[in-house]
């Protein structure tokens, strides 16, 4: 999975402008496609590989969780930062990265919002290899994807989802509480004051 939304950039994560200020049509397919890409990615039978090839926060980051192994180019972030917007990640966010870091690394990433360069993103194990560009990024998940040529497949995906099992078994029973949460918590004032907030900021940085 490589995706370009611009030259540096992986994925900005959601779009904040679908939390902002929410409209009430739409917040409920918004969220629900969101469970049901995690739930096709999380869940793919397939061995998955995130080819990084640019910035990753919040919902860029949980995309390339979702791949049993990650693959980044240098000098770019990564990270859960939704407390940084006021917000809280999902359950199924935290879950995701607790299946790549330590519970003390992810405790301490999730409370502060932390992104982590390239670098340290590999020291922590949130990353599993550096490649230079792209184009390694690419070879590099080839080359991961193939050892499994010698793996009998139905071994290979069993395992992997008896792994995953917990995780999405609870998505899967929990949907509508999962988004009755996010919509009842979104649009509160508080939620949508730090929303503004970041949204300034963000705004204020480009202008700079
Ligand atoms: C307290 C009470 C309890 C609360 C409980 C709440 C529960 C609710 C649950 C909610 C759970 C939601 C989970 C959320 C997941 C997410 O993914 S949130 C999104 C997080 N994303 C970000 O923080 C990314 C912010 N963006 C950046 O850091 C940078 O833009 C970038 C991606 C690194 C790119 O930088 P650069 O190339 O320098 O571009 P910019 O100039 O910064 O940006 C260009 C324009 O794009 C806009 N933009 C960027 N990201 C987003 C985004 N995610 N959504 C919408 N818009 C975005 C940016 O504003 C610029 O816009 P313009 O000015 O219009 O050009």
Redesign the pocket.
């Known amino acids: 999975m490589s995706q370009q939304s ?1 030259p ?2 992986f994925s ?6 679908e ?1 902002y200020k929410p409209k009430p049509d739409r917040v409920k397919e918004f969220w629900t496609t969101l469970q049901d890409v995690w739930l096709a990615l999380y869940g793919s039978s397939f061995p998955t590989v995130a080819a990084i090839n640019g ?1 990753s ?4 980051c ?1 995309l390339s969780l979702c791949c049993e192994y990650r693959i980044m180019c240098p000098n770019y ?1 990564i990270g859960l ?2 407390t ?7 359950k199924w ?1 935290m879950s995701s990265m607790l299946g790549a870091i330590p519970y003390r690394e992810a405790e301490l990433a999730l409370t502060s919002g932390r992104m982590f360069s390239t670098d340290e993103a590999l020291k922590i194990g949130l990353i599993d290899e550096v490649a230079s560009d792209k184009a390694d990024a690419i070879a590099k998940s080839e080359k991961f994807l193939s050892q499994f040529a010698k793996i009998h497949p139905i071994a290979r995906k069993l395992t992997k989802l008896n792994l995953r099992h917990s995780a999405l078994e609870w998505m899967q029973e929990n949907k509508e509480l999962d988004l009755n ?2 919509i009842s ?2 649009g ?1 004032p ?2 949508q004051k ?1 929303l503004e907030k ?2 300034e900021g ?2 204020a ?2 202008a700079k």
Do not use: C, R
């Open positions: 611009s540096t950039v900005a994560g959601l779009d904040i402008m939390m910035h926060p919040a919902g860029g949980l972030s930062n939704e940084k917007l006021g917000i809280v990640a999902p966010f949460i996010f918590f979104v509160q508080i939620v730090s970041y949204l963000l705004k940085k480009q």
